[in-house]
């Protein structure tokens, strides 16, 4: 086995990002590393450079032999290869088509009204509490649930099942019961599309019940939403709390200043970084690409939690600036046509949490020291278990 990186690299402290990315994009930009699985793979960690391969209609997620794939981890969700090689764009064109309509950003922006009231709901009931709480608890886990559900047509009554089947699908040590979790969570999609057919809603399944015939494909498709739209907006709000708590000149800017709430978000987007096992893509032919060639069925791991810290593009880049100078976006969202359809609801969400959530309680603080907060290092999509919190004459 050749003496190889092996990634993701461990970190000490889950707000920062290890400088081993940094180092090696300095010393060999697209660099061969390891995988945790034992694979060799090629780590993208740079901006431009993870551009130009998200945009790079060479690479898929599909893998010309899927049987001699590299993969990341043993997740079921982002471990190896999806999809078909011959049909990939294609399933992926037509994906695009028929949930873009429900996530644009006019839609979505339609929807921050009624999001700040959710949003105002979640605090109330915080307020009505004897800190310490759970933030996690309280607001970070029930909001950006409460939000998909609505938006698809999915019970928020099941919401402890469905985080509970998507925390089994994030599992990096089971494989098959990540697996088995994925099929289960289709089932339960696939059911209520089912249920949708006979007493419709105005909700995204109805919509696409009505539209389409195969159940399979649908729910799938689905259940990856349902699954994305909780996951990882959970993290950035916990994530967004603990960076401001970390700069608390920057949280007072934002107290003074509710308006400076989209530039929070933009700042938490590009810094928080839950999970540092990178997005994987496959080469479907050679890639010639600076002074390397990314050889047919070879892995590309596009870490965009360490290119959202390239110093080449973002002055101070491990800085938390609300005022940062508008520049090239971050790569949160990923970039190309694979940019992420939930971007603009992701939006809509924490601008709602960021205007209020220190306005209600601007002295709210940790109620144990940030070294005792649990992380999911289980889990692939990251984040933290929990997020006790406290405060005192918070206005009502």
Not at 39 to 62: H, I, M, N, Q, T
Not at 226 to 235: I, P, Q, R, S, Y
Request: glycine share 8%; aromatic share 6%; charged share 30%.
């Amino acid at each position: 086995m050749s003496d190889l990186p092996v990634i993701p690299f461990d970190r000490r402290d889950p707000l920062d990002v290890p400088d081993a990315y940094r180092d090696l994009r300095a010393k060999e930009g697209v660099a061969k590393v390891r995988t945790r699985t034992g694979d060799e793979v090629w780590l993208v960690s740079g901006y431009e450079d993870a551009r130009k391969l998200f945009a790079d209609p060479r690479l898929g997620r599909s893998h010309p032999e899927p049987e001699k794939a590299p993969r990341l981890s043993n997740s079921a969700l982002l471990g190896g290869p999806q999809g078909e090689a011959a049909t990939e764009k294609a399933d992926h064109t037509r994906m695009r088509k028929l949930f873009m309509p429900s996530f644009s950003a006019r839609r979505m922006k339609a929807l921050s009204d009624h999001v700040g009231a959710l949003v105002d709901e979640r605090l109330d009931h915080l307020a009505t509490l004897t800190p310490p709480a759970d933030l996690h608890a309280e607001l970070s886990f029930p909001l950006p649930v409460l939000v998909i559900c609505q938006l698809l047509g999915v019970p928020f009554e099941d919401r402890e099942y469905f985080s509970g089947v998507s925390a089994a699908m994030a599992d990096l040590g089971d494989e098959a019961k990540g697996v088995a979790a994925r099929e289960e969570l289709g089932a339960y999609m696939a059911g209520l599309i089912e249920r949708k057919r006979d007493e419709p809603g105005e909700d995204v399944l109805s919509d696409l019940a009505h539209e389409l015939d195969d159940d399979g494909t649908i729910a799938q498709l689905a259940g990856g939403l349902l699954f994305a739209g909780h996951e990882t907006t959970v993290n950035r709000i916990n994530y967004g709390v603990l960076l401001l708590l970390a700069n608390p000149d920057q949280l007072a800017l934002l107290k003074a200043d509710p308006g400076l709430a989209p530039a929070a978000v933009e700042e938490i987007l590009r810094l928080a970084a839950p999970s540092l096992h990178g997005l994987p893509r496959y080469a479907h032919e050679d890639i010639p690409f600076g002074d390397v060639t990314i050889r047919r069925g070879e892995a590309v791991v596009i870490t965009t939690g360490a290119a959202n810290r390239d110093e080449r593009i973002f002055p101070d880049a491990d800085t938390f600036d609300l005022r940062r100078p508008p520049g090239d976006p971050h790569l949160a969202f990923g970039y190309g046509p694979r940019f992420c359809i939930g971007a603009s609801l992701a939006r809509v969400e924490l601008e709602a949490v960021f205007s209020r959530l220190f306005q209600r309680f601007p002295d709210l603080s940790l109620a144990v020291p940030f070294e005792e907060l649990r992380t999911n290092d289980d889990k692939l999509t990251g984040g933290f278990a929990e997020l006790p919190v406290r405060w005192s004459d918070a206005p009502r």
